[in-house]
């Protein structure tokens, strides 16, 4: 049974804009995180030859001419037949941050023995929702026929992202298991290919009604403030069940059988992460489904815990993280 749903359940509210403070916060962030990022791969130590890793950038994968459109390739220096792939989409509250902010993370992958396409796409509020879940699914079909030209194997694709990207890459799926209306998942699920295994850490699952992270524990008014202006931002007002590819966890605690089986999936989030409840959520809505999830909740981590590669709860998770990566990805 597919999850249809027809355009008219999407609701126009009186749409408020993010406010000031909250837009002049988001562009603060972005400017600050991507400094410190550049600042970090100008290290002698982050030269990917150092780590057996070479990278293409600034490759297109929708003829937009937009810097939204573009991803990069790490991949293995040494490969003697393809390798597994790992599509990563980067975090930021879908309003900021982009994959060059998000190296770090694509290195590590690639040094594992991983060709690893990680990508931008539209931001909000400026290009809301959907605007970045069809660029994560014209990204997977441009994967899909492509990655056997950069050494990958298109038969063992992976899912990975944090935070925001961590919700895209959750909709991606339910595009590539369910047969849906919206043209932009139709060409996902045309590929007919369903990924290995997915990723997602440090995840928001439902956007809508971001206040209710502060209804169910206690968080720091700017905390829940930040959420709902996330919220506000992707979400411009829209709501009922045609936002099911922002909501994917709703989607997923209906128990509507897919066209065809979920991939395993890998969810891990710090104890301290106010988005918690949500992997909670999509762990027990996977496992009532059937589908197989491995949930990983790390004590005293905080929100995208695992990027300080440096600090013993990252460590912990890449050696998860890679170990169900193995068992997932053996070849027949």
């Known amino acids: 049974m597919a999850l249809r749903k027809p355009k008219r359940d999407v609701v126009p509210a009186p749409a408020r804009r993010p406010s000031r403070r909250l837009r002049?916060?988001?562009?603060?962030?972005?400017?600050?995180?991507?400094?410190v990022s550049r600042a970090g791969r100008a290290l002698p130590i982050a030269h990917p030859r150092l780590h057996g890793v070479e990278v293409m950038r600034d490759l297109p994968y929708r003829d937009s001419q937009r810097r939204a459109h573009l991803l990069d390739v790490y991949r293995p220096?040494?490969?003697?037949?393809?390798?597994?792939?790992?599509?990563?989409?980067?975090?930021?509250?879908?309003?900021?941050?982009h994959k060059d902010s998000h190296w770090l993370l694509a290195m590590i992958f690639a040094r594992a023995g991983y060709v690893v396409f990680n990508i931008s796409y539209r931001l909000a509020?400026?290009?809301?929702?959907?605007?970045?879940?069809?660029?994560?699914?014209?990204?997977?079909?441009?994967?899909?026929?492509?990655?056997?030209e950069w050494g990958g194997d298109p038969s063992r694709i992976v899912l990975a992202g944090d935070s925001a990207?961590?919700?895209?890459?959750?909709?991606?799926?339910?595009?590539?298991?369910?047969?849906?209306?919206e043209p932009y998942a139709r060409r996902a699920f045309d590929t007919g290919v369903v990924p290995r295994a997915v990723v997602p850490t440090s995840a928001i699952f439902q956007?809508?009604?971001?206040?209710?992270?502060?209804?169910?524990?206690?968080?720091?008014?700017?905390?829940?403030?930040?959420?709902?202006?996330?919220e506000r931002a992707y979400l411009r007002g829209l709501h009922g069940s045609s936002i099911d590819l922002a909501d994917p966890v709703c989607a997923l605690?209906?128990?509507?059988?897919?066209?065809?089986?979920?991939?395993?999936?890998?969810?891990?989030?710090?104890?301290?992460?106010?988005?918690?409840?949500?992997?909670?959520?999509?762990?027990?809505?996977?496992?009532?489904?059937?589908?197989?999830?491995?949930?990983?909740?790390?004590?005293?981590?905080?929100?995208?815990?695992?990027?300080?590669?440096?600090?013993?709860?990252?460590?912990?998770?890449?050696?998860?993280?890679?170990?169900?990566?193995?068992?997932?990805?053996?070849?027949?």
């Open 253 to 332: 605690e209906r128990g509507i059988a897919p066209d065809r089986p979920l991939p395993p999936f890998f969810v891990a989030v710090g104890t301290k992460d106010p988005l918690l409840p949500d992997s909670k959520r999509l762990a027990a809505a996977l496992d009532r489904l059937g589908a197989h999830c491995e949930a990983r909740y790390y004590a005293g981590a905080i929100h995208v815990f695992h990027a300080a590669i440096w600090r013993r709860r990252a460590r912990e998770y890449w050696r998860e993280a890679f170990g169900f990566l193995h068992r997932q990805l053996k070849e027949s």
């Open 207 to 230: 956007v809508s009604d971001c206040a209710r992270f502060g209804r169910a524990r206690k968080l720091h008014p700017f905390v829940t403030w930040v959420l709902v202006g996330v």
């Open 77 to 97: 220096r040494k490969r003697t037949k393809p390798r597994p792939v790992v599509l990563y989409v980067h975090g930021g509250g879908f309003g900021i941050m």
């Open 125 to 148: 509020p400026v290009d809301p929702f959907p605007a970045a879940v069809e660029d994560v699914c014209d990204a997977y079909a441009w994967v899909v026929r492509h990655a056997r």
């Open 24 to 35: 002049f916060l988001a562009t603060a962030t972005h400017r600050v995180l991507s400094a």
């Open 165 to 181: 990207g961590g919700n895209l890459i959750t909709a991606l799926t339910l595009a590539t298991c369910y047969r849906r209306d």
